[in-house]
């Protein structure tokens, strides 16, 4: 049996499935901390009814999807409001961009093949390929997924285009008392590793930092001490955003996946103990 995060004082930064994972974590002898580093999520449904029924007036030359539970909660509120037909055809009429293989899957259950769509799963993967298109005065509808998007939108709104966001859910910030704690425990060494599992959490840690002067030491102590271990492709990509270069990631995109990829980075560099 492995071993190799003995004596490793392992942060778990999420919010669900902790307890599966802070077995495995004990199972190969390390110390689990759970410190949850994201807040809880609430339907947006009054604000993105609003938001179809303004696109339903408007002239629509883009739809952006980034997540596929985000788009079938949007026809779900569509057909609340007896819009549904009405929106899937003004989707199909306009140029479609999607992120991530779910989204693909929900465009495809709809009949629509998105135009543009990203190669890796992430913002940055679908932003290449949206670089060839001319977005001067090119009304856009991007829908995000509990939090905005600032690279994605800062990239379409210098571009030239006209962009409205839709969040068919909101983001609640962490408690602020967790994150404190986090940080406190993080600066003074009190941990070996950090498993994010979504991109949210390390977006909310960053938020916290900016409004209390802390980020450069974050990103000194993952720098030189702490690990930095992200469930998947996106959570990774929003660590490097944030300015942290070591990142560790499974292949498989699973937790369960991500403590064993951990484990083997300690053994591979330090042997088992």
């Not at 199972?27 to 993105?48: A, H, I, M, Y």
């Not at 679908?126 to 670089?131: H, V």
């Not at 994605?152 to 404190?180: F, S």
């Not at 450069?216 to 944030?242: D, P, Y």
């Amino acid at each position: 049996m492995l071993v190799s995060l003995h004596n490793k004082r392992v942060v778990l930064a999420a919010s669900r499935k902790t307890d599966e994972m802070s077995i495995l974590i004990e199972k190969q002898k390390g110390t689990p901390l759970v410190r949850s580093l994201q807040g809880t999520v609430f339907s947006n449904d009054e604000q993105v009814k609003k938001n179809i029924r303004e696109m339903a007036e408007q002239e629509i030359d883009w739809f952006i999807f980034t997540t596929g539970i985000g788009l079938n909660k949007l026809l779900d509120l569509a057909e609340e409001i007896n819009e549904k037909e009405s929106f899937i055809d003004k989707v199909k009429n306009a140029n479609v961009g999607a992120r991530g293989y779910k989204t693909v899957a929900a465009l495809k259950k709809i009949g629509i093949v998105p135009d543009v769509k990203d190669d890796d799963g992430t913002v940055n993967g679908l932003i290449d390929s949206l670089k060839e298109i001319d977005w001067k005065d090119k009304r856009v509808i991007v829908q995000l997924h509990g939090e905005n998007a600032p690279t994605l939108i800062n990239y379409l709104t210098e571009a030239g285009a006209k962009v409205m966001e839709v969040l068919p859910y909101q983001h609640v910030d962490p408690n602020p008392e967790t994150v404190e704690l986090f940080f406190q425990e993080l600066v003074n060494q009190e941990m070996d590793a950090v498993c994010f599992t979504a991109a949210i959490q390390v977006r909310s840690l960053f938020k916290y930092a900016e409004s209390k002067g802390y980020t450069e030491q974050i990103i000194e102590a993952f720098r030189k001490n702490i690990l930095a271990v992200a469930v998947g492709k996106v959570t990774a990509e929003a660590l490097h955003e944030h300015g942290i270069e070591r990142v560790i990631q499974p292949e498989l995109e699973r937790m369960g996946a991500m403590i064993v990829e951990l484990s083997r980075y300690y053994e591979k560099n330090e042997g088992n103990r």
